[in-house]
């Protein structure tokens, strides 16, 4: 079975410092793809950052970075220097090559929320 | 240009109302999405569509249809709602259509707030 699973429903962290957020995913697809998006309550997605599977370098995007372990199965997302604009929910998510259907598989999502 | 365009913003409608949302994206996209979003949840897939035709249907009522009029264009029809149906609704867009190996990231819209009441 294809799951994300994010375990942290909710983060706080202090402006300036960095934060983590978990996920870990199961697919025994060789070909995959992990996505976090970013969702503040205005409602948008925004895509944030991508990792392929067969990817040797974790991926950066300037603040943010992607912990990419696959014996694990795990894709954190790490975000420096935390904003305050950096409040909102967070969703992890993958994409399975070989599944032919475009289809994203969603984690239930952590809600980060940036203390000045 | 990255934008995925949605209209309306916000809509409110009664049970027997007839209305559509409308999805645009000029980036040459060839996979077209509808997603429903409840409040604090992860977004639902209901439709795909991979070269302008339906490729997925998620067992989606019938209430709900969608329409591909064009490769930049994509409507969600909707009829005889119920209240349950109250959600974000989200389109977005791929590079690649769905048939495609790459993972291509998915550019979302800002979303229709709906409101059935």
């Known amino acids: 079975a294809q799951k994300i699973t994010q375990t942290q429903p909710g983060m706080f962290v202090q402006e300036k410092e960095a934060v983590t957020l978990d996920c870990t995913y199961d697919?025994?697809?060789?070909?995959?793809?992990l996505f976090w998006y970013k969702q503040p309550s205005s409602g948008e997605m925004i895509f944030l950052i991508y990792q392929g599977s067969y990817d040797q370098q974790n991926a950066t995007e300037g603040r943010y970075s992607l912990n990419f372990q696959k014996a694990r199965k795990s894709a954190n997302l790490v975000i420096s220097a935390s904003q305050l604009g950096d409040s909102a929910m967070y969703f992890c998510?993958?994409?399975?090559?070989?599944?032919?259907?475009?289809?994203?598989?969603f984690g239930q999502g952590t809600t980060l929320q940036v203390k000045p | 240009d990255t934008e995925v365009t949605q209209t309306p913003k916000h809509l409110v409608m009664g049970m027997t109302n007839k209305k559509s949302l409308k999805c645009e994206q000029h980036?040459?996209?060839?996979?077209m999405y509808w997603y429903k979003q409840k409040a604090k949840k992860p977004p639902e897939l209901m439709f795909v569509y991979s070269y302008e035709k339906l490729s997925i249907n998620e067992s989606v009522p019938s209430r709900f249809s969608p329409e591909c009029p064009n490769s930049s264009l994509l409507n969600l029809h909707l009829h005889a709602l119920q209240p349950e149906d109250s959600a974000l609704y989200l389109c977005?867009?791929?590079?690649?259509?769905?048939?495609?190996?790459?993972?291509?990231?998915?550019?979302f819209g800002p979303g229709t707030r709906l409101t059935v009441t």
């Open positions: 980036m040459g996209h060839r996979a």
């Open positions: 977005a867009s791929s590079p690649g259509g769905a048939r495609s190996s790459e993972p291509y990231e998915q550019y």
């Open positions: 998510a993958m994409r399975v090559g070989s599944s032919n259907t475009g289809k994203l598989i």
């Open positions: 697919t025994s697809d060789p070909s995959y793809g």
